[in-house]
C-alpha cells in the first residue's frame, strides 16, 4: 500500500494506471472483498468501458464500488448506457422501474376490464371450480370487501395492491378467501373444535396465563370506564364458541375475538384486538387493551347475537364435495392437450411462415423441468421456459419479455416458436 486510492483513481489519469490502483486497493480495510477469479473479468470489461484518461464522474463511481457504496454490477450497468450523470443513476434506474411497473399494472386493469385473467392468458380451470362464496359480508351485510392474496407478492402484485385490486394476507396460507372493509371480517373460515396441542408443560402455562390476565381484566371492567373507551357496536357469534366484536373508537374501529381454546382445558376465554390503520406501535397496544377491556364489559350486560354460524364454510365444503363427484380428470385433460395442440400447431405455422425473424437460442438453463432457454433478438433478449408434464406436450411460454420489442406478443410467440424448432429440429425440414 503505497498511496491512498483517492490520489491515483481520479479524473485525468489513465485507464491503465487508475484500474492497477483499483486492483491493488481491494481487500484492506473498508474496501471490497475480491478474489482475481472475480476480479480480472470485471477489469476487462471496466477497461472497455471507461473512457481513456477518465473523467469525474467515472473517478468517483469507481471510488463508491471500492468502499462499498453500491456494487460493481451498477457501475458496469450505468457505464454500459451512460443515461445521465452517476450521481443520478440510481434515481433514473428507480423511476425507469416504477415507470415499467405502471405499464405492465395498466395492461393488467385492460385485461381486467376485458374480462380476462390479469396474470395468464390461458384457461386452466372451469369456471366453477371455485366455490361461489357470498358477495356480502356474512357478518356485517357489507358488499365492500376484496379478495385476499397470500405469500410473498411480488413488485407486480404490491402495484395490483396499491391499486386496490386485493388484500394483502401475509405469508402463510389460510382458507379465508375475502376480507370486509367494513368489519375486518375474513371469510370463509373453519370453526376450530380443536384442543390446543403442544407440550403438556407449555399447554398448562398457556392455560396458567389466560387465567390471569382474564383476572387482570376482569378487576379493570369492575373500575368505571375512561373516557377513551371504544363502544362495542355489534357481536356475532361461532359455532365453535368464539365471539367476534366490532369495536368503534369515533373514527377509528378494531376487531376483537375472543378465543376459547384454552376454555376448554380449564383456563379462560383470550381477547385479540385487531387495530387497523394506525402506524404507531404504542397506540396500538394501548387501543388494543381498551378494546378487549370494552368488549368484557360488554359481555357483562348483552347477550351475543348468535347468527352467522357457519360463516361460508359449510358452503365451501359442499362445494368441494359436489365437485369431487362430478369431476371428470380425464376430460379436462383432453381439454388440456386440444389447447396445446392447437397453440404447438399455431407457432409452427409461424416459424415456417418467417424463418428469418425467428430470434436465436443462445443459452439452456436446465435443472429438470421447466428449462429455460434465453433468445437473441436484433432489439434484445428474452427468456423462454419449456414444459413437459409426464410425457404431455410441451409447453412454451415466454412472460417476461423486454418491452422493446414492438410487438409484445409477437415477439413472445417469435421467441416460442425458436425454442420449439430448436428441442425439434425436424419440425423446421419438413415443409407443409
Ligand atoms: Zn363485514
Given at each position: 500500500m503505497s498511496t491512498h486510492p483517492e490520489v491515483q483513481i481520479a479524473a485525468g489519469k489513465s485507464v491503465d494506471d487508475v484500474l492497477t490502483a483499483f486492483r491493488g486497493s481491494v481487500n484492506q480495510p473498508g474496501t471490497i472483498f475480491s478474489t482475481e477469479h472475480w476480479l480480472v473479468p470485471k477489469l476487462d470489461q471496466l477497461k472497455r468501458l471507461l473512457t481513456d484518461p477518465i473523467t469525474e464522474d467515472e473517478a468517483q463511481a469507481l471510488l463508491d464500488v471500492l468502499h462499498q457504496r453500491h456494487w460493481m454490477r451498477d457501475l458496469l450497468d450505468w457505464l454500459d448506457k451512460r443515461p445521465v450523470s452517476w450521481a443520478d443513476f440510481f434515481t433514473y434506474r428507480d423511476n425507469l422501474k416504477q415507470e415499467d411497473l405502471r405499464k405492465a399494472a395498466d395492461e393488467r386493469e385492460r385485461r381486467r376490464a376485458a374480462g380476462l385473467d390479469p396474470y395468464l392468458n390461458f384457461k386452466l380451470v372451469p369456471d366453477d371450480f371455485h366455490p361461489k362464496l357470498s358477495d356480502a359480508c356474512p357478518d356485517c351485510g357489507s358488499s365492500d370487501w376484496k379478495?385476499?392474496?397470500?405469500?410473498?407478492?411480488?413488485?407486480?402484485?404490491?402495484?395490483?395492491?396499491?391499486?386496490?385490486?386485493?388484500?394483502?394476507?401475509?405469508?402463510?396460507?389460510?382458507?379465508?378467501?375475502?376480507?370486509?372493509?367494513?368489519?375486518?371480517?375474513?371469510?370463509?373460515?373453519?370453526?376450530?373444535?380443536?384442543?390446543?396441542?403442544?407440550?403438556?408443560?407449555?399447554?398448562?402455562?398457556?392455560?396458567?396465563?389466560?387465567?390471569?390476565?382474564?383476572?387482570?381484566?376482569?378487576?379493570?371492567?369492575?373500575?368505571?370506564?375512561?373516557?377513551?373507551?371504544?363502544?362495542?357496536?355489534?357481536?356475532?357469534?361461532?359455532?365453535?364458541?368464539?365471539?367476534?366484536?366490532?369495536?368503534?373508537?369515533?373514527?377509528?374501529?378494531a376487531r376483537v375475538t375472543k378465543s376459547l381454546q384454552y376454555s376448554r382445558l380449564g383456563g379462560a376465554p383470550e381477547y385479540d384486538a385487531n387495530v387497523l390503520g394506525i402506524c404507531d406501535p404504542r397506540d396500538v397496544c394501548k387501543m388494543c387493551d381498551l378494546a378487549a377491556l370494552a368488549v368484557v364489559r360488554f359481555e357483562?350486560?348483552?347477550?351475543?347475537?348468535?347468527?352467522?354460524?357457519?360463516?361460508?364454510?359449510?358452503?365451501?365444503?359442499a362445494h368441494w364435495r359436489a365437485f369431487d363427484r362430478r369431476w371428470d380428470g380425464e376430460s379436462y385433460r383432453r381439454e388440456r392437450v386440444r389447447e396445446k395442440r392447437q397453440k404447438l400447431s399455431r407457432l409452427l405455422k409461424l416459424a415456417r411462415s418467417v424463418p428469418?425473424?425467428?430470434?436465436?437460442?443462445?443459452?439452456?438453463?436446465?435443472?429438470?423441468?421447466?428449462?429455460v432457454y434465453r433468445v437473441r433478438f436484433p432489439w434484445g433478449v428474452a427468456r423462454v421456459r419449456s414444459y413437459t408434464w409426464q410425457s404431455e406436450l410441451p409447453d412454451y411460454d415466454c412472460r417476461d419479455l423486454c418491452r422493446k420489442a414492438e410487438d409484445a406478443e409477437l415477439a413472445g410467440d417469435l421467441a416460442c416458436a425458436a425454442v420449439m424448432l430448436y428441442e425439434f429440429p425436424k419440425l423446421a425440414g419438413t415443409s407443409s
Open positions: 379478495p385476499i392474496g397470500y405469500g410473498l407478492p411480488t413488485e407486480d402484485g404490491i402495484e395490483d395492491a396499491r391499486r386496490g385490486h386485493y388484500v394483502l394476507g401475509g405469508c402463510v396460507l389460510q382458507d379465508a378467501k375475502r376480507y370486509c372493509l367494513a368489519c375486518f371480517n375474513r371469510w370463509p373460515t373453519k370453526p376450530n373444535m380443536k384442543k390446543p396441542t403442544g407440550r403438556p408443560e407449555w399447554v398448562e402455562r398457556k392455560v396458567a396465563e389466560t387465567r390471569s390476565e382474564y383476572a387482570e381484566l376482569s378487576a379493570l371492567a369492575d373500575q368505571p370506564p375512561s373516557p377513551e373507551e371504544p363502544h362495542v357496536e355489534r357481536a356475532w357469534a361461532r359455532i365453535d364458541g368464539r365471539v367476534s366484536f366490532l369495536v368503534s373508537f369515533g373514527g377509528k374501529k357483562r350486560t348483552h347477550e351475543p347475537e348468535k347468527h352467522n354460524l357457519y360463516n361460508d364454510w359449510d358452503i365451501v365444503q428469418e425473424k425467428l430470434p436465436r437460442v443462445f443459452s439452456l438453463r436446465s435443472d429438470g423441468n421447466p428449462k
